[in-house]
């Protein structure tokens, strides 16, 4: 479905009866037709919080949790970020006789979307906790060229250390807009690799030309992962993006060649 014809950017009214038909799907393949010779850039998963979760129970009073989605990079769909908070807000009048009841319908509704399996846990309302960045940070550097659009030639390998190494970087500073309203995205962006090392200011350059980039999250993820891939060629690579929320749903996209980085849970920064 052509997301011009999504519910993003619309005024639109809050449903107050389940709609599972307000999902709106978005096909993956075509953004993913010029990364075909990039291998990996469909191992990983999307995590999603979603802090406005509420349904009734058979006394009919409200239940709040906060809901972990897991959607498999394989899936054929990603779901669009508007129509999963209208379809979260569909449920706040709907009475479930257990969490497992309303967990197996979210799940059936999501994966029927997403045409994969997408998995559903809830969390206590103060269940999530605060983690640290890990890695170093580049914030602190000074880049020594700009572009205001991606541009991986901004990309370098550090020509002072020619062993393999393995590294874990971070930097605050990731934005990009949503390619449909115009809306600013915020991110911290990890990046770990295997590989000659890579020069760190090159590195910032290149997530700071993201700056004016349209994009939706996984496509900015799969993006990063596919130009530092080809551009760089690291024996071993993770991409991972923890955004902020926006309409009570944060997005976390990670792309990795070695399953083994892939994180049991997605981080929780302050900022989210």
Known sequence: MSVEKSLLGKETDYPTQYQPNILFPIARAPTRQSYQNIPYIEQGMDWWHVFELSWLNTHNVP?????????PATSACLIESKSLKLYFNS?????????TQ????????????????VGLELIDVNGLHVS??????LDHLTPSRHAKHPDASLLAL????????????????????????????WGTLFIR???????HASLLAYI?????????????????FAE????????????????????????????????????????RLARQ
């Open 228 to 267: 530092i891939w080809q551009t760089l060629q690291p024996e071993q690579l993770m991409v991972y993006a923890a955004y902020t929320r926006r309409g009570g749903l944060d997005i976390n996209p990670c792309r990795s060649s070695n399953l083994k980085w892939l994180p049991d849970v997605p981080l």
């Open 102 to 117: 309303l967990i197996n319908t979210v799940q059936q509704d999501l994966s029927q979307a997403a045409q994969t399996h």
């Open 63 to 71: 239940q709040v949790a906060i809901g972990r989605l897991s959607i």
């Open 132 to 137: 640290s960045p890990v890695g170093k940070c």
């Open 208 to 224: 700071i030309s993201f700056r004016e980039h349209n994009g939706f999250h996984e496509q900015c993820v799969e993006q990063i």
């Open 158 to 185: 550090d020509s002072n250390e020619p062993h393999i190494i393995e590294e874990e970087l971070h930097c605050n500073l990731l934005r990009s807009n949503c390619p449909v309203t115009g809306q600013p995205d």
């Open 91 to 99: 449920l706040n009048f709907v009475q479930f006789d257990s969490p």
């Open 193 to 199: 690799y295997e590989g000659k090392k890579i020069d």
